[in-house]
């Protein structure tokens, strides 16, 4: 089957622990996103990748990380500088293309992080 | 704010009911999508309008955009309880190098059997 995984879907940890959240993919997309949801508030883009090695800041990056050294694999790191990390992250990707009909976003199935 | 700021908030109607929800945006669009998501899940794509396009269907779902007006409406006709999900719309703006989705803050929908 192809699609978008996003483990573990819950998730718990301490104040001060760096967690890093995992998302693979196998639909051979270029694009990747992270993106933190908060109620009541849609979501909000963390960190995105057009292309294997290269990963650009979204509108609230403080406090989290991304590497892109596979293809099929976008890793988050929600690090202790990250004030408020208790939301639900899910993660997408795309064909990458600017318009059209190949800029449709396939979402996983999302983490729940919560911190202690 | 957001760039999409959907209405209303929330919408509680009757299974075989029509459900309405607006999108309005403040920037230049490349397209606008709409996206459903089910309670503690991800979300699912339902429907992508182009900025030249002014309707589009796809089977109970009629998307307008009114770029004039910088807004847009999802129809869902003859709902079903299965329908039950929060919507959301989506503006994609071009940033140069790539493109980015810029969510609102969603519809929850309900729709009592």
């Known amino acids: 089957d192809g699609g978008i995984t996003q483990s573990p879907k819950y998730l718990f940890r301490k104040e001060g622990q760096n967690v890093t959240l995992s998302c693979e993919q196998n639909?051979?997309?270029?694009?990747m996103y992270w993106y933190r949801q908060d109620p009541g508030q849609g979501l909000r883009l963390i960190y995105y990748s057009q292309i294997v090695n290269d990963f650009q800041k979204g509108d609230i990056a403080e406090g989290y990380s991304v590497s892109r050294e596979k293809k099929e694999s976008f890793p988050l790191t929600v690090t202790s500088a990250q004030k408020n990390p208790t939301a639900f992250y899910l993660c997408?990707?795309?064909?990458?293309?600017?318009?059209?009909?190949?800029?449709?976003?396939?979402f996983g199935p999302g983490t729940r992080l919560t911190v202690l | 704010s957001q760039q999409g700021e959907e209405d209303p908030q929330a919408l509680s109607i009757q299974e075989g009911e029509n459900a309405t929800m607006n999108c309005s945006y403040k920037?230049?669009?490349?397209?606008l999508q709409w996206y459903r998501q089910n309670s503690g899940r991800g979300l699912v794509h339902l429907i992508l309008i182009r900025s030249n396009e002014r309707e589009k269907h796809s089977g109970r779902l009629r998307v307008t955009l009114d770029t004039s007006k910088k807004s847009s409406s999802l129809l869902i006709t003859a709902s079903r309880a299965a329908d039950t999900a929060s919507y959301f719309c989506?503006?994609?703006?071009?940033?140069?190098?790539?493109?980015?989705?810029?969510f609102g803050t969603g519809t929850l929908l309900a729709v009592q059997p």
């Open positions: 997408a990707s795309s064909r990458g293309l600017a318009g059209g009909p190949l800029s449709e976003q396939f």
């Open positions: 989506a503006t994609e703006i071009y940033g140069g190098a790539t493109n980015k989705l810029i």
């Open positions: 920037t230049s669009i490349n397209n």
């Open positions: 639909l051979n997309h270029d694009a």
